[in-house]
């Protein structure tokens, strides 16, 4: 199904769509290879070369099997978040720490999802979606409470249902990127006599004949949406399906004949009417989990249920088999997951796992996650380690390689949150990720991993019941690395604020003319090929005591924004290609294919796929073909070919695009139509791969410890320590105070961060501090972080500050004890109520090992400290004494 994204203005689409319908009207008569001037000489030179002629074909599909889509338009308009009709979206994108809004025109666009829902994000490939925009063809602006549901044909397909309080179904596809979606118009339009109870789920599974997979659209789809209709109080309903599918263009409803509903007179052989289920997709069939019953529906066959409120949880578990069309409980072995609803379910390889979800009592939520085997038939619970999100439901998740991403959702406490983790479903780990602090709480909202980000749509928190604005968070930088386990330092370890801020730099990169300022050490590091052969520190500006070197880049391809963005992954191993317009995302890639960056070659390259419509097509084919990047030169070929019907009427671009590129064209079509040439194989070779690591904890390691063009250093222990003081004044202001009040040319501060002969800093805690600083290490002793703990407050230093609290708070040994101690009595900490039960704990401590500890050490410390321990132990041998007698 071909739904190429117009990026033109609407006007511009309507008179674009007239030329080329008028076009294609006059093409019909000619058969394909003859229909224009370029054709008839490349078809000359095939039939030349021995090659049968290809018969003529048609690639238009019939209006009775094609759906009707409203297309989406992008706008440079900017206005309010509401959804009335001509208005703005609000669009949060983030990176790293930062976050950028940004605005995109919706006449019409699902509309925010209600806090007390839960969406299913579910998906057939591990992937799930949200849906954002549509076009102004029609308008749900009457629509007052829409709730969408999303699901995933692969990372590329997606599908956005919502179902408004009148019952009307509308649906959405998006073939590429997410923040663009188009409005499907299907034959027969589902509408509900009533509005469906909250919590519906949304399934899609791939649906392709012999036909399409011959033309290489395999892309048809069958979407199902399972709900539950209220009904009165002593009727007894099952939970209904409709399927909608592409190739039909129609909705249907699935099991209305009573033999296949029922399956046989013994027991009950439906699942009952329920909300906050799942729904997931595996090969042929839907399991559909779990939810909460209305109170007068059965809980079906197999299930146990508990009651909250006037409603049941359950946790049966049914299979829907498409094919046959029938439903049947599935009688799994081990121990299942209790009774729960607004949970969450995704599939990954052969299981599907489930997490969290609305318990019963006072306990509220469930935090515990459980894998059920399709294989084996098997439930199993795992024991998972790490930082867990804690007892949750109403959050999303989605699978991205050997992660699950969960966001959001609400606690056990019922707070709503906008927290990110990562669950490595190898080491069964979980990991906190990083979002930007703007990040505004959400539950019962859709998430959907796209061109290396995650779009979260839609909700509600405290603050307002349907949040109107959508957010994108670098979906790498959350997940790690593909393929493996992320760190807490990966996983966090970002530079955005050092080029933001800009200060200390020390390598000027001019661009046409126009100047970045950068620092050397980060470049020349994490791009080594980029200043290859430049001699460094050759002259210095002005009244600066820093030296600097200046790169010239002189490119009609590179701009400054190209070198920004550039600039941006050197720092943070992450970049917001989808900003770029396609010509300039072609310019970064052929930059990261000059300066041999694979991570950034793969992210562009990725964008690109996402990106691909009839429009730009051409620019990309030849500029691809110009700069020699064939991966893109292949990817534009691909999508040609599965679009030559709109390609081959575009005579003036064609023009342009010139005739030795044409004949490449049309020579690849001509093996299509003959069979030499196999789109899907041709498709599998294009297949991205894995997502090449990051490598920004590497790279800042290396600056860490080789300190590269350092410019800062103190004497400590009779060491000399160098760093970089651009890196520093990034975490602290009143560092960079310091480092601008004090600027040296041998760069020594050892006296102006007050390390004098008296300080209590060692060289190795400093060296600590600086792994933590630079690249996220928190492998610190617990003597270490006594040394640090004043400092990092001193400076602002605010989780430096908060990681050697709680390294202290957990590190009480009998080498550390005398160290801690004083810390408790510091002016700022003493008062504070974990440091009173740490001061206790200590001395309780020195009491129990009163044989193993030196109590000369005292004589150090304030008077007050020994005071305290010395008054314990006397009250002690007091009490001793007592018991004893």
Not at 51 to 75: L, N
Not at 232 to 244: D, F, G, H, I, V
Not at 347 to 366: C, N
Not at 472 to 486: D, E, I, Q
């Amino acid at each position: 199904m071909n739904q190429a994204t117009d990026m033109s203005s609407p006007s511009e689409a309507k008179s674009l769509k007239h030329k080329h319908e008028k076009k294609s009207k006059k093409s019909k008569k000619v058969p394909v290879g003859q229909s224009a001037s370029h054709t008839a000489v490349a078809s000359a030179k095939l039939s030349s070369s021995g090659d049968k002629k290809a018969k003529p074909q048609s690639t238009a599909r019939s209006s009775k099997s094609a759906p009707r889509v409203a297309k989406v338009e992008k706008s440079e308009s900017s206005g309010s978040g509401s959804f009335k009709q001509g208005t703005a979206m609000k669009r949060t994108s983030s990176s790293g720490s930062g976050a950028k809004k940004e605005t995109l025109s919706k006449a019409t666009s699902p509309s925010a999802l209600p806090a007390s829902n839960s969406s299913s994000a579910v998906s057939s490939s591990a992937s799930s979606s949200a849906a954002l925009v549509s076009n102004g063809g029609t308008t749900l602006a009457p629509h007052i409470q829409v709730r969408p549901l999303s699901a995933s044909l692969s990372p590329r397909h997606s599908f956005l249902c919502a179902v408004d309080n009148r019952g009307a179904v509308s649906l959405w596809r998006c073939d590429g990127d997410a923040t663009k979606w188009n409005q499907i118009q299907p034959e027969s339009s589902l509408s509900l006599a009533a509005a469906p109870i909250h919590g519906s789920a949304l399934a899609v599974m791939p649906l392709s004949d012999e036909a399409d997979q011959k033309a290489g659209d395999s892309e048809h789809a069958m979407v199902l949406l399972f709900a539950a209709l209220p009904t009165a109080s002593n009727s007894q309903t099952p939970l209904r399906c409709w399927a909608y599918s592409t190739v039909k263009n129609a909705w249907q409803e699935m099991c209305t004949d009573e033999v296949k509903r029922t399956g046989s007179s013994v027991g009950v052989s439906e699942p009952s009417a329920r909300e906050g289920h799942t729904a997931v997709v595996y090969k042929d069939s839907v399991y559909v989990f779990g939810g909460r019953a209305l109170a007068s529906a059965s809980s079906g066959s197999g299930s146990s249920s508990s009651s909250v409120g006037d409603a049941q949880l359950l946790d049966d578990l049914w299979r829907l088999d498409v094919k046959a069309n029938r439903w049947e409980v599935v009688k799994a072995r081990g121990r299942a997951p209790s009774a729960r609803a607004y949970h969450s379910a995704v599939v990954r390889d052969d299981s599907m796992l489930v997490f969290g979800g609305l318990a019963t009592g006072s306990k509220f939520a469930h935090g515990d996650i459980h894998e059920f085997s399709f294989v084996s038939g098997r439930w199993r619970g795992l024991q998972a380690t790490g930082d867990s999100p804690g007892p949750r439901c109403g959050h999303v998740t989605a699978v991205w390689n050997d992660k699950i991403l969960l966001h959001g959702g609400q606690t056990s406490t019922n707070v709503r949150m906008s927290d990110l983790f990562a669950f490595d479903c190898r080491s069964t780990t979980w990991d906190t990720l990083k979002l930007p602090s703007n990040s505004p709480p959400r539950s019962g909202h859709v998430a959907v991993p796209n061109a290396g980000k995650v779009l979260l749509l839609g909700g509600g928190n405290d603050i307002k019941a349907f949040l109107d604005d959508y957010q994108t968070v670098p979906f790498s930088a959350s997940a790690g690395p593909s393929g493996g386990s992320s760190s807490s330092s990966e996983s966090t370890c970002t530079h955005a604020k050092l080029l933001e801020l800009g200060e200390f730099t020390d390598l000027t990169i001019v661009v046409n003319n126009e100047r970045l300022e950068t620092h050397i050490a980060v470049v020349s590091t994490r791009c080594p090929h980029m200043l290859a052969g430049l001699p460094r520190g050759r002259h210095r500006v002005g009244k600066s005591k820093r030296h600097r070197t200046e790169l010239a880049i002189e490119s009609p391809i590179m701009t400054r924004q190209v070198i920004t963005k550039l600039l941006e992954f050197l720092y943070t191993d992450e970049v917001d290609v989808s900003s770029l317009s396609p010509q300039d995302c072609l310019s970064l890639c052929v930059a990261s294919y000059q300066y041999k960056l694979p991570r950034l070659s793969w992210l562009c390259e990725n964008n690109i796929r996402i990106v691909l419509d009839i429009q730009n097509v051409f620019f990309l084919l030849k500029g691809s073909d110009m700069y020699q990047q064939p991966t893109t030169k292949a990817l534009c070929m691909q999508f040609i070919l599965q679009h030559f019907s709109e390609f081959l009427p575009l005579k003036d671009r064609i023009d342009d695009l010139g005739l030795p590129l044409f004949y490449e064209v049309v020579t690849l079509y001509h093996q299509l139509q003959t069979g030499v040439l196999d789109l899907e194989q041709r498709k599998k070779e294009l297949d991205p791969g894995p997502e090449p690591p990051r490598t920004l904890v590497a790279n800042f390691t290396t600056i860490c410890n080789d300190t590269p063009d350092s410019d800062g250093k103190v004497k400590l222990e009779g060491r000399r320590i160098s760093f970089h003081t651009a890196i520093l004044s990034e975490h602290s202001r009143s560092l960079a105070r310091i480092f601008a009040e004090h600027e040296r040319r041998d760069g020594d501060y050892t006296e102006a961060l007050g390390f004098g002969p008296e300080s209590a800093m060692r060289a190795e805690s400093f060296q600590a501090m600086l792994r933590f600083i630079y690249f996220g290490d928190t492998s610190m002793s617990t003597l270490q972080a006594c040394d640090i703990m004043e400092f990092s407050r001193l400076h602002g230093l605010t989780a430096l500050h908060e990681l050697v609290t709680r390294k202290i708070i957990e590190g009480v040994t009998v080498d550390t004890v005398f160290s801690i101690l004083p810390v408790t009595y510091l002016q700022h900490l003493a008062q504070r109520e974990d440091m009173v039960q740490l001061r206790s704990r200590c001395i309780r401590f020195v009491i129990d090992h009163l044989n193993a500890l030196d109590l000369t050490k005292l004589r150090a410390y304030s008077p007050s400290i020994a005071i305290d321990v010395l008054r314990a132990i006397q009250a002690y041998e007091k009490e001793t004494t007592a018991v004893s007698s």
